[in-house]
Antibody
């Protein structure tokens, strides 16, 4: 069974940083493109970015609004996906989803940015 | 900034047929935009329904179908069930592969 489980969310202050993690299982992670999506409370879905498999170059692509502060990375040996968020803003408050490039979704991890 | 537009809300009767659309601010939606559709119910994670215009996932009910219609991506539900009441999102890809979600369509089954 394909599973992705996010962790690392919490209450943080503006200007800080965080790293979200996503543990993958049940599929060949090494060959999979992965993506992050977020959803602010009561709002719609926002595509954050995706990272290709190493065989396709392993590069990440980001949505324009976040490309200067967000970094997606992967550790294929651990079957883990990461999202580093720097210079946190209150508008980063959202439920962050890890997905197998939008096919299989986790339940999300909540990030709240507030002073 | 690219904008993807969906109907804010639609209502359909049980057993009826409804079509949701997804338009791009850049022009006609094409296969190059690789349209995807998702269903989200309150308190749940989104569930993928359609990818690549019309391809269904193994779990996608047969009553859901995707297409290109009049320059837009379209999701048609035929024989709507009460459990289809949900928010539906489309996603289009642009350029090197950046994705943009539409604002979502709230589908009511009444």
């Amino acid at each position: 069974e394909v599973q992705v489980v996010e962790s690392g969310g919490g209450l943080l202050k503006p200007g800080g940083s965080l790293r979200l993690s996503c543990a993958a299982s049940g599929f060949t992670f090494t060959n999979s493109w992965m993506a992050w999506v977020r959803q602010a409370p009561g709002k719609g879905l926002e595509w954050i970015g995706r990272i290709k498999s190493k065989t396709h170059g392993g590069t990440a692509l980001y949505a324009a609004p976040v490309k200067d502060r967000f970094i997606i990375s992967r550790d294929d040996s651990k079957e883990m996906l990461y999202l580093q968020v720097n210079s946190l803003k209150t508008e980063d408050t959202a439920l962050y989803y890890c997905t197998t490039d939008l096919s299989h979704w986790g339940q999300g991890t909540m990030v709240t940015v507030s002073s | 900034q690219t904008v993807v537009t969906q109907e804010p809300s639609l209502t359909v009767s049980p057993g009826g047929t409804v079509t949701l659309t997804c338009a791009s601010s850049t022009g006609a939606v094409t296969s190059g935009n690789d349209p995807n559709w998702f269903q989200q119910k309150p308190g749940q994670a989104p569930r993928a329904l359609i990818y690549g215009i019309s391809n269904k996932h193994s779990w996608t009910p047969a009553r859901f179908s995707g297409s290109l219609l009049g320059g837009k991506a379209a999701l048609t539900l035929s024989g709507v069930q009460p459990e289809d009441e949900a928010e539906y999102y489309c996603l289009l890809y642009y350029g090197d592969g950046q994705g943009v979600f539409g604002g979502g369509t709230r589908l009511a089954v009444l």
